[in-house]
């Protein structure tokens, strides 16, 4: 997860207008349809009452003469729906790639903040030698010992593998041997971009590609010993930590607006193409359908694209379970205030 984006208004007009961006460099120009609410299947049986109490999370953030207003707006409507169908318009944005939704969560592990017994695996806070904005160590020299005895040990994982998709995820609670919890989330990454050990399974024939999933690879790692632990470092980016102590229990972890990010409500994109704090209707197909409006409120170096999003699905195993299994074709289209739908649909053509 990473920091909130700025200018957001002008990046998603001058992206689509071919005025910069390396996203829209990469995957061509995008193009911008306007749609209207009724286009939106199951728009009116939605919870827009929930909606809007996550988009309140992180509308004060949002910066831009459209958004100003419609905030303050926001914090006083008695009508939800109303509010939604009054101030924004949809707007469907797509690059050529097809859509794509995954799930993530927020892990709960067994740690300790010292090293004992079957606590063995370090929760690194961030060096400060690190350079930001290149490639620093590997996670395999990180694995191998490259920062240890420098005091940078948040904690100490029972579980290397609980550990690795704690930092795929990106933030997480630790549970401690007194039974108290630490919440830790994203400080930095080390610069490597982020590789899939599930796809590498698959090329390397130990898993089929229709039994990919959270669980699959966790189950392969853990029955491979060593070889499996070295599975891991295909992937070479890592991800430190920092100790979060200001937020109620209830609420969920930071996202990438430094804001609790919501069950079920809240959607990780790439800033790139959709604003963050931008309401975004879902329509994921697949096992489970989902027809619901959420916010864009939460980034991840695997979502990449116009129509990529991963839904947040709360914390712990249940939701862990649930989230591993999502990877869903369907669509979704952004809700943005009136002026700037209106002004990039027509920058679109």
């Known amino acids: 997860m990473t920091r909130v984006h700025a200018g957001i208004r002008f990046c998603l007009v001058a992206l689509v207008i071919g005025l910069s ?8 120009p995008a193009n911008a349809k306007l749609l209207s609410f009724e286009d939106l299947d199951g728009w009116a049986e939605d919870s827009h009452e929930n909606a809007l109490a996550a988009f309140l999370e992180t509308c004060g953030d949002l910066d831009g003469s459209d958004w100003v207003p419609i905030c303050g707006i926001a914090k006083s409507s008695q009508d939800a729906r109303g509010f ?24 709960e592990i067994r ?3 010292s090293r004992d017994g079957a606590y063995q695996y370090p929760i690194y806070s ?10 620093w160590l590997t996670r395999a020299q990180i694995d191998s010992g490259a920062l240890a005895g420098r005091g940078l040990e948040i904690a100490y994982a029972a579980d290397p593998v609980d550990l690795f998709f704690l930092q795929v995820q990106g933030s997480g609670r630790l549970r401690l041997p007194d039974g108290s919890v630490m919440r830790i989330g994203f400080a930095a990454k080390n610069g490597h971009e982020y590789r899939s050990v599930g796809r590498e399974l698959v090329r390397q024939g130990h898993l089929p ?7 699959a690879i966790r189950a392969w ?8 632990r070295r599975a891991l470092h295909h992937n070479p980016s890592f991800i430190f ?22 069950e079920g409500r809240t959607i990780a994109v790439d800033p790139a193409f959709t604003p963050l704090g931008a309401p975004v209707w879902v329509e994921k197909d697949g096992r489970k359908p989902l027809r619901r409006l959420m916010v864009a409120q939460d980034t991840g170096s695997a979502i990449k694209g116009a129509q990529r999003a991963d839904i947040f699905y709360g914390t712990g195993a249940d939701a862990g379970a649930e989230a591993g299994l999502i990877r869903d074709p369907g669509q979704m289209i952004v809700l943005l205030p009136v002026e700037t739908a209106l002004k990039l649909t027509r920058e679109a053509g």
């Open 21 to 28: 961006s390396q996203g829209a460099k990469a995957n061509g």
């Open 241 to 262: 930590f920092r100790v979060v102590d200001h937020i109620a229990p209830e609420k969920g972890p930071l996202g990438a607006m430094n804001r609790s990010i919501t």
């Open 84 to 107: 939604f169908e009054a101030l924004f318009l949809p707007v469907r944005i797509t690059d050529g790639k097809d859509a794509l939704f995954t799930g993530y969560f927020e892990p």
């Open 111 to 113: 740690a300790s903040r």
């Open 126 to 135: 961030v060096p400060e030698e690190m350079p930001r904005g290149r490639p």
């Open 209 to 215: 590609q229709n039994r990919v999933s959270a669980q």
């Open 221 to 228: 790692v853990r029955a491979n010993g060593e070889l499996g």
